[in-house]
């Protein structure tokens, strides 16, 4: 059992869900965000507020960890200018701070936005080459490339989670993309208790019957999703409406995010609203 | 729900099984052969005789469709001259009247002899050339390589279903390229509600343990067959006799259609009788 | 040296420049096309009137021959009924004539218009699934498949030439896509002299700096092209009007056949002009 | 049903527990190996004693059967010396036999250390090209070959089965690696029953959430394991020590023979105890 | 001919090559540095100061321009904060300033950097996954995902140059990797005269015998390199020290880059001295 | 310059063309084979006996040396038990005693015939899988495998030349496979002179037209043939007999060996007369 875990990102939506499963795979569970307060905790965790585009701030919560666990970063498109600091910056510090202090791994949350602007039809494995579809895209593709070369030069493993959609199945995108939240923490636990995984790429995706990516070279990792956005389908294809067959909302991987114009949200036409887990 | 869907092919032994089916996902449901009379309707179902191979006949049928579901041909080998009218020339006045009447997608029954003549041992994926096997099979190459036209051209949507042997399990090929009615019609459900397809290509064939091709490539459609030809492999390996280990029509995707000469039926060593659907 | 050989579509464009060198390779070269004269005839050759659509026209003529030259087509994009004949109905002719007279090979000039719709960007090899552009590419697609099938199922050879532009160097699209008149002998005479083909697909382009295919599968075919388009690369840049970046007929491997409606000749925009060899 | 069999090796732990399944698939099975005695025989099985470096001895067991299961070797790593004989030299007797006799096809046991110094990150399939890690996966890697030479030259069909790890479940690496009897017994019993098999290869491998190796492309099998090591899996991680990022036990597919000196014994550290099945 | 061509890093080593041919093929060549002067301009150069890593400092420059050439940056390895401003946030204000005002190309020194954790054995293509030796080579990294997205969602084109060593051939390393300053110029020429470029990478490499990467992805551009190190190998070879076989520097695709530890220069071991152009 | 170079087979056809150029790369040439006497020496040569399936007699020769340049074999098909001393046995004592003495590099004399049963039609790269064609190929792929293994778990490097015809050109064949003694000696020099080359494969063929192997993947080796077999092309293909389109020694790429019957020799029909090179 790991004596110190950092959970990165914890007052945030995908966070929120992390904290209670983390807390039971170690000693002791570190929260960190930027917000003064995450709420009543769970047996283990300790939280710390820290900026992670302040060095100064992450590299202390970071020492004496095992691994860290980092989903902390502004998690829609804004302009460059907004991201460069907790979405790039906060990644180099990250790792920085990991290799710095002798943490063996990151487990990170990446996205599909990494390769968003590949066509839906040409079925992308975890090799698929970078092709973001927004600034904050962009900053995932820094950080996988970040990852891939901590681990060839210092040793560092990192385990990048594509992250298809989190959130509710509301749309006929989402019968292929949804990750149910026990999947994602089935998907977290196995980053965390594979033996040795060097620098691996997976897609965070559930078992759904129209999940549009493959995670094949991944097997060793042992994700096998249970849930299954299938039973949405009837419902949201009679609610949806006619698609546009040239739609680039529909037509590539990143969805909405591959249709928005670059540093504008992209998070609305997803209607995800604040799921966020309560405690 | 769509205003009109378009049947072709509605008296032949795959269509009588899809015309109920379809008929609940229209408010109309077109139903074409070139028989006479096909029975007892379903409800919304309209018949109108037609033949495929005469442009003024299909075009008026297909006006005003929504989608069009080509099932429409003679199923088996027989020399060019004539296939060329029905599964030629049909295909062309399809998709030209389809284009012609800003029909959205043409669902169409494609088939494993466009590729027959891959090795079996090379397992094949939706993205494999073509190697027809047959006249037959040369005429699915034909409206295959006409959908994509279409799609790149004109914005014609097409899912080319690539059938094995939608027929009784009686001989060890079937164990692999057996496609169940039940998956028929999931996998034909699938074609219609995807909400964007662009030109797609998809092995119709059930969950067998023993299938010989890969759908991989075309996830993002999300068909998921739930039958298995398994459940009759005992009975049919012991009455087999013994395979001869270079035989074409054992070795090949094929089948019986890999073997026989070209212009010849190939169904006759399939044992296939008529199983066609009862209203 | 071959008995018998005969060329089809002798009184085109590119034929007239394969009559020379083809009668030296043969005691017999046996001209034909659907006009009544062409010219004075080679040493060797004679001509013979028949339509390619009517295989009692076209039957005799290559009944004794050892191979067929197969380069009778119409030139260009036309509507499909218009194409119909001549370039779907005559490949099958050819094929079905040599067949059943036991002729060994057929040299077929396809053409880049078969895989069209590729972008040049997507560099492709010989093996890059087929992707018409026009009902003209549709008809290379047919004889492809059906000299596929012809080899896989009766054993007669074929190698089809993917010509890519034999024409004047006179747009930026032709310092790539250029096959000089010298390297298409070249070319034919290796279809013909190299000892088995099988079936066998090979790209007709010169040793362009430009170039876009990828001939690397068939390089046991031995062809090695000696012109280079770059010697006109000065002038026709300057004189070109500035690229859209986003013009199809820049972006596809087709061309001005990848941006031309369907039907409709692709050819004048490519500024051919009639520079068919004089005898 | 087949007249007769010979399975060797049948005093080994494998095939142990292959005499029982076998007799049943067979009017005869004879048992070989270099034991006096392997205990009570079932129905229809008839032990001969016999070395399979001699050909003298291993060509008259084999004369008269249908197929051949060929499982005896030595098992484990030894100096090269030491395998020639049996390892070696007997695959070659056994085939050589089989094709003097005229047997149909031969199973063999090969194993996942012809393939073992591929990372496991570069998830393999059946067409990895050889990487053994041993001379003791040196040998399969030399009868794979043979048998796909066999194939070639002399139409006698062969199912080469690259076993991961067929013993209990005491260490991380089996998590993925582990085949269960139960589905060695199916993976066998496909080898035999499919009717034309070629030259395939095979991974003997369980249906474990981290299975790191690929059998799809020899789908046309049927191989569809049905048991699972993670159901040891959160035991087996708990009491595991911490793994070194960069122990080659750990991140090749050979695991503890990736990391042993040549020669040297590699089953220690697997902790294999003998279970053999008791009759 | 362009009316506006603006070169970033004019006054760096390979920049001071590019200068003169650049300013032949437009009326107005601007050079931009951030050094005050860069010596006797050529016919049609103007030179403007500006700080890549100042928006407000180089929009100006760019505006109005037909392409941009952009080697701005520091050419070595430093820490990240270090090549924060210059190679990474120069890079987007470069891009987003072309965009802002209407450039139609970007033509970038991307860097062999970028890939260089892959081994020389691994042969790589432009289509190589990122894989980063360096701080140097992620901002490489960065820079092509940037292109690819202002190419997918903005239609500005790119062309990523992966220069491998533009330096004098005075190790084994370089007989592969050189780049001669002629072959530069050819390569910048065909990036700005090829009418569309869509999103491209090609490898900058001279015609060496020894050359370790594959262009063959992007023969459209018509890069024909002529120059190739292996008239220097003798000599080189014989003053080399003896390689170890296992040394990063020797193995991987990035030579002393790959070797060098995070944020320390990988140059000094490379024995560049200052060659740039004298005016 | 190296102390001490080994070549094996240093009386056989290639061996004795390599004697002289191989002197002038060491100090001191030690040539071996199992003939009383070689002929008069090369300055700084040394001739020892030594038969290599006897570890005892080719140990000491091999002691002490930089590189082994493995050339001695029996050059043509026998039975298994004939080529299990010389062409199995004698690999491994090789590396083995190659290991044992600390020298750095085994060149090896593989063979075409380690992949002659691949059609000429499926263009193979030096990742093909092995498919021997006979004893003598499979030889080739036991060592090949050994050299893989000894490099992965000891270090010891190796570049295997898979040879295809250094014999003259007199059958069609020998168009695409010659390879001219000038250029084997270049591969041989590449192989010996490149600094670092870990386990690597390469075809040993002239530049010809009709070459059908592809060495792009060993470009870093930086072989770069300047002989071209179509100089004799005119002439053989005049006297060739006409080629039945499915003899297998015409279809595979090991010629002749692919259709010989296993064991029996496969030069004859090659008509290689001893050209041995006279000192």
């Not at 990048?160 to 749309?171: E, F, G, P």
């Amino acid at each position: 059992m790991m004596k110190k875990l950092v959970l990165t990102g914890a007052a945030g939506r995908l966070g929120s869900y992390l904290r209670e499963p983390l807390s039971k795979l170690c000693e002791e569970l570190v929260s960190t965000d930027i917000v003064d307060d995450i709420g009543t905790l769970y047996q283990g965790e300790r939280y710390e507020k820290a900026d992670l585009a302040q060095m100064s701030e992450i590299a202390p919560v970071i020492a004496g960890a095992d691994m860290v666990v980092h989903f902390g970063a502004i998690g829609d498109e804004r302009p460059f200018e907004v991201l460069l600091g907790p979405n790039f910056i906060g990644a180099y510090n990250v790792w920085e701070a990991a290799y710095q202090h002798g943490v063996r791994r990151v487990v990170y949350a990446s996205s599909i936005h990494a390769v968003g602007m590949h066509k839906k039809q040409d079925f992308i494995g975890i090799d698929a080459p970078h092709r973001p579809d927004t600034f904050y895209g962009l900053a995932k593709c820094f950080a996988e490339d970040l990852a891939s070369m901590y681990w060839d030069k210092r040793g560092l493993e990192a385990v990048c989670l594509r992250i298809l959609s989190a959130a509710q199945v509301n749309n006929p995108r989402a019968l292929g993309s949804w990750l149910s939240y026990d999947d994602l923490i089935q998907l977290v636990t196995r980053a965390i208790d594979t033996p040795t995984t060097g620098f691996s790429v997976i897609y965070g995706v559930s078992n759904n019957d129209r999940a549009p990516v493959d995670n094949h070279l991944a097997s060793y990792l042992g994700y096998r999703p249970k849930d299954n956005a299938e039973q949405f389908a009837e419902q949201v294809l009679a609610e949806a409406p006619p698609a546009d067959p040239t739609d680039a909302a529909q037509m590539y991987h990143g969805g909405p995010f591959a249709s928005v114009p670059l540093g504008e949200s992209g998070v609305a036409s997803m209607n995800i609203i604040n799921d966020k887990k309560e405690v």
